[in-house]
């Protein structure tokens, strides 16, 4: 059997047996996750994956058990997750010209104090305490992703600073776990790398840059064996730090992880998803609760009425969850605006199927899955976007993600509308768009789901 026929029938809560086919490894998953954290932060792909490498490297040079050096990398993919779960409350306690993507980028860097916040003034008192509530959040979300208690108490204190001034528990010196202190350390060294030299110290290159942070500013607040490690390491490899910059970042990351690239089964992979998938969902509190999922059951019976081959099934309700992981690099303020969009701010909705395929892309076995996905905003008439495709070009799993996503928008609250339709005052709407905008064939497969009130429970 294969594991996305599995998925499909552990969706609907049936008995299965194992799985065929090779699947994607928990290292695929994690990988496609924290990409989607590097969008939630607006920072470039692999952003997270430069941290985790160079935490693990660290931690192999100080020679930890491989387990260790797997849990510490695991911990750093992930890092920053739990700030999803507190944007929705950050947002209307940003400073003015503050968005939540520039705090995210510099959070690291001021809480080590090697630059000042986004704005050059002190956080509000609640505004400081949100953000040190993010390990937290964070803990408790990978979770979800079936990772150990190991790598989510990491995770939770990966803020803490040697000198008992990070958060949030206050921790210092040897109370820190020494996987959190090596992970808080080389969270700043990326951001340092990250941003312009001239902003972090007033030198003119990165290097630069990174020698000013390592000899003035973290001695004292990082544990002076891992300062000391990581300087030897690159010293004695100086082209490590050229290297993590590049595509070669995700092959050095799962140098790391040798033994941990096992495939998975259909419940571990339906599980991991499923997380995925609420991701998008929390940025938008106001829009029905389980959005992901009910847009996974829908699709799934659109593609049974067609006699969709049951493993099909299962990718499809995969790219239902998934489609809209790329809309985390999008604005709040953009999100939520209750007014018409400008023609920029347009161009970046317009951009979230891209930033979905490119999120989920390198995973093994999700070819049709990241396809289905980056469709899910074509129109028959080509009308569409991102690729204008028309008609039949555009994938059966294309079309229907796309009459899944519409009647949900429909049915939900949108900040541009008044009121949410009921499922059966949807159908008229929709159907104006019929063989124009959707296929007509599904548009009436649709009809005898609603009547039928086969839909799922929200």
């Not at 109370?175 to 090596?182: L, Y």
């Amino acid at each position: 059997m294969s594991v996305f026929t599995e998925v499909a029938e552990r969706f609907q809560g049936l008995d299965n047996g194992p799985a065929g086919r090779p699947a994607p490894t928990h290292t695929d998953l994690l990988l496609a996750a924290s990409k989607a954290m590097d969008l939630l932060e607006g920072k470039p792909l692999r952003s997270g994956m430069k941290v985790a490498v160079l935490a693990g490297s660290i931690a192999k040079m100080m020679g930890l058990p491989p387990r260790e050096v797997g849990t510490i990398v695991y911990a750093s993919l992930l890092h920053d997750i739990g700030l999803i779960r507190m944007i929705a409350d950050i947002v209307p306690h940003l400073p003015p010209g503050v968005s939540e993507k520039m705090l995210f980028q510099a959070h690291p860097l001021f809480n080590a104090r090697v630059i000042g916040t986004p704005h050059e003034r002190p956080l509000s008192g609640d505004l400081e305490h949100m953000l040190s509530q993010h390990p937290l959040a964070a803990r408790d979300f990978v979770c979800k992703m079936t990772l150990s208690e190991d790598v989510a108490e990491l995770i939770a204190a990966h803020h803490e600073l040697y000198d008992g001034t990070g958060y949030p528990f206050g921790l210092s010196g040897e109370q820190i776990p020494i996987g959190a202190r090596i992970m808080a350390f080389a969270d700043v060294v990326e951001g340092v790398l990250g941003r312009p030299a001239q902003e972090v110290s007033g030198f003119s290159t990165r290097r630069q840059s990174l020698d000013n942070f390592l000899e003035i500013k973290a001695p004292g607040k990082f544990d002076p064996q891992v300062i000391e490690v990581f300087t030897g390491m690159i010293e004695a490899y100086d082209d490590l730090l050229r290297m993590i910059s590049t595509l070669e970042v995700e092959n050095m990351l799962r140098c790391l992880l040798p033994q941990r690239s096992l495939p998975m089964d259909g419940h571990t992979l339906l599980s991991i998803v499923s997380a995925l998938g609420e991701l998008p969902d929390m940025m938008m509190p106001l829009y029905k609760g389980n959005r992901s999922q009910n847009m996974a059951q829908l699709a799934m019976r659109l593609a049974e009425s067609l006699g969709i081959h049951r493993e099909q099934c299962g990718e499809l309700a995969m790219a239902a969850m998934l489609m809209d992981i790329g809309h985390l690099a999008t604005p709040m303020s953009i999100l939520t605006k209750p007014g018409l969009l400008t023609v920029e701010e347009r161009e970046v909705i317009q951009s979230h199927p891209v930033m979905t395929q490119e999120v989920l892309k390198a995973v093994p076995g999700f070819e049709n899955i990241q396809l289905w996905a980056s469709e899910h905003h074509e129109r028959m008439n080509g009308k569409g976007y991102p690729g204008q495709k028309k008609g039949f070009e555009i994938s059966v799993g294309g079309r229907i993600l796309a009459l899944t996503d519409v009647f949900d928008a429909l049915t939900s609250y949108r900040p541009h509308r008044a009121h949410a339709h009921e499922p059966l005052d949807a159908l008229p709407v929709i159907g104006q768009g019929r063989m124009t905008l959707y296929d007509n064939q599904l548009v009436t497969l649709l009809r005898k789901v609603v009547l039928n009130a086969e839909l799922p429970v929200r």
